[in-house]
Structures are given as structure tokens and as C-alpha cells.
T-cell receptor, first 114, second 113 residues
């Protein structure tokens, strides 16, 4: 029973263009969402987060959008750079239920071509 | 320190042997989490601590897995009598407070032969 789903295993974009990574969730108790980037043989690196009281959060080239009614969030990277090539994980937690563990999706491999 | 530190980087054990993994959270962080990554991209939550107290252990296979976070010592995750299926990368993460983002260490790759 996958509560966080990243349906695209991979995505390829051209340098300078926008990368859009998608994530869906099923557990309505989730109220805090995070995106992590992971390079091979390294730990996940925190990128950006969003609370369920917001529908958008922006940090530099990274913007996360949350659509609660659709139980969907997306990460936009603009402009994409070759160094952004990595696996991106969507994660969620239910802070309101005092449940701070993260539930992860299976990741999307982003390749940014020069 | 400013980063989560995990040791060792790699650990090889024969089936039935004990394995012990260590994690030093970021200084000032109150919460520590352990995750197991199997099949390359699947993360499974194991256990969390608030300071030295177990906060959530719903993910722990209790028969062979145990964990501690003692004052002034690295946190540890111990697997008694390892099995082939325990082969995975084990990540430790810490957060400043309960509602904050978690910062991950580089992981320990455990191989059980």
C-alpha cells in the first residue's frame, strides 16, 4: 500500500528549461511535504518543504505546489542545470497526528542534458 | 557537528553475525530517525528518538533489531543474528524539532553474505 506515489520513474529535460516532478499521496492525514535530492552513494539532501496550510513555497530555482483537494504536489525547477541530475524523492509526514516519520515515494530520476 | 555522521560507511557480515551501526546527529537536534533503504529506491522507517527516549518504534522488527540514543554518545542501531534480507543501506536523519525538515547522513551499506 503505497501512500506516496511518484509515477514517473524518470524524466529528461534540456538545460535551461523547466523540470516538473510530480507526486501523489493517498493518506489525508499528511500535512507536511518535502522534496529531497539524492546522488548515488550519498544520503538524501533536503531541498524544499511545504505545509498543508500553503499551496506554494518558493526557494530560488525551486518551487513546490500543493493541491490538497487532488492530493497532489509538484516540484518545479527553473532553469534546470546539469548539476540537478539526480533522483528526486517526495516525502510526507502527519505532524498533526504527532507522527514525524517520513513516508517516501520511490523517486524520479531527473536527467538534465547540456 | 554541522552534518549527520554515520559509521561505518560499509559493513559486511556473515548470516547470523551481529551488526552495529552508529549515527551522530547534528548538534542541537533533538530528534533522530533511522530508515532502511532496500531495492535502491524504497525507504522504510524503522525508529525515531526524541533525545534519548524512543519516540516511535512502529517500524522496528523487534526480534532482532534494537536501537539506542544515549547522552554524550552516538546513537546506535544493532541487528542481532543478521539475515540476508537485512542487506540494505541504513540512513540516519536528525531534525531540530518535531515539525522541521530531517537532515540525512551518508548512510551505512550493510551486506549480509
Amino acid at each position: 500500500d503505497q501512500q506516496v506515489k511518484q509515477n514517473s520513474p524518470s524524466l529528461s529535460v534540456q538545460e535551461g528549461r523547466i523540470s516538473i516532478l510530480n507526486c501523489d499521496y493517498t493518506n489525508s492525514m499528511f500535512d507536511y511535504f518535502l522534496w529531497y535530492k539524492k546522488y548515488p552513494a550519498e544520503g538524501p539532501t533536503f531541498l524544499i518543504s511545504i505545509s498543508s496550510i500553503k499551496d506554494k513555497n518558493e526557494d530560488g530555482r525551486f518551487t513546490v505546489f500543493l493541491n490538497k483537494s487532488a492530493k497532489h504536489l509538484s516540484l518545479h525547477i527553473v532553469p534546470s542545470q546539469p548539476g540537478d541530475s539526480a533522483v528526486y524523492f517526495c516525502a510526507a509526514s502527519a505532524l498533526g497526528g504527532s507522527n514525524y516519520k517520513l513516508t517516501f515515494g520511490k523517486g524520479t530520476l531527473l536527467t538534465v542534458n547540456p | 557537528g554541522e552534518e549527520v555522521a554515520q559509521t561505518p560507511k560499509h559493513l559486511v557480515r556473515g548470516e547470523g553475525q551481529k551488526a552495529k551501526l552508529y549515527c551522530a546527529p547534528i548538534k542541537g537536534h533533538s530528534y533522530v530517525f533511522w530508515y532502511q533503504q532496500v531495492l535502491k529506491n524504497e525507504f522504510k522507517f524503522l525508529i525515531s528518538f526524541q533525545n534519548e527516549n524512543v519516540f516511535d518504534e512502529t517500524g522496528m522488527p523487534k526480534e532482532r533489531f534494537s536501537a539506542k540514543c544515549l547522552p554524550n554518545s552516538p546513537c546506535s542501531l544493532e541487528i542481532q543474528a543478521t539475515k540476508l534480507e537485512d542487506s540494505a543501506v541504513y540512513f540516519c536523519a536528525s531534525s531540530q524539532d518535531r515539525g522541521n525538515e530531517q537532515f540525512f547522513g551518508p548512510g551505512t551499506r550493510l551486506t549480509v553474505l
